[in-house]
C-alpha cells in the first residue's frame, strides 16, 4: 500500500518536472521566433506579400528551378533549360513550363525584393554624416 502511494508521488512530481521543462521550451521557441520575425522585418513581409501574388512561396520556386543559392545567372541558366525541355513543341507539358514561369516571377521578385533591402534608403543616406 505505502509502495503505490510513493509510485504515485513519483510520477506526479515526474509530470510535474517534464510538463516545466515543456512550457519552458515552448516560451523559448515563441521568443525565438518573435525576434527572427522581428529580425526579418520590412524584407518578410514583402516576401510574404509576393508569395500572395504569385500563389508561390520561394521554397516552392527554388525547388521548380533546382536553385539552391539565388543568383541571377543561375536562375536564367536553369529557367532556359526547363522552358526549353517542358516545350509542348518537342513533347514537353505545357502545365509544367507554365509552372516553371511562375516559378521564375516569384524568384524575380525575391531578387528585387533584396536588391531593395541591400541599397540604403533615403532616410539613411540622410543620416550619413558627410566629410
Known amino acids: ?3 503505490a502511494k510513493y509510485l504515485a508521488q513519483i510520477i506526479v512530481m515526474g509530470a510535474q518536472v517534464v510538463g516545466r521543462a515543456f512550457a519552458r521550451a515552448l516560451r523559448q521557441e515563441y521568443a525565438a521566433s518573435q525576434a527572427a520575425a522581428e529580425a526579418r522585418g520590412r524584407a518578410g513581409q514583402q516576401s510574404a506579400a509576393a508569395s500572395s501574388l504569385t500563389g508561390m512561396t520561394l521554397q516552392e520556386a527554388q525547388q521548380i ?8 545567372e543561375e536562375l536564367q541558366k536553369n529557367y ?3 522552358f526549353k ?3 509542348k513543341a518537342v513533347g514537353g507539358s505545357f502545365y509544367l513550363q507554365s ?3 511562375r516559378a521564375k516571377e516569384r524568384l524575380d521578385e525575391e531578387l528585387s525584393i533584396q536588391t531593395q533591402d541591400s ?5 539613411q543616406k540622410q543620416q ?3 566629410t
Not at 528551378?65 to 541571377?72: C, K, Q, R, V, Y
Not at 541599397?119 to 532616410?123: G, H, L, Q, V, Y
Open 119 to 123: 541599397k540604403p534608403s533615403p532616410e
Open 99 to 101: 509552372k516553371v514561369v
Open 128 to 130: 550619413t554624416p558627410e
Open 85 to 87: 525541355v517542358n516545350d
Open 65 to 72: 528551378l533546382n536553385i539552391a543559392t539565388l543568383t541571377p
Open 1 to 3: 500500500m505505502l509502495t
Open 80 to 82: 532556359e533549360h526547363l
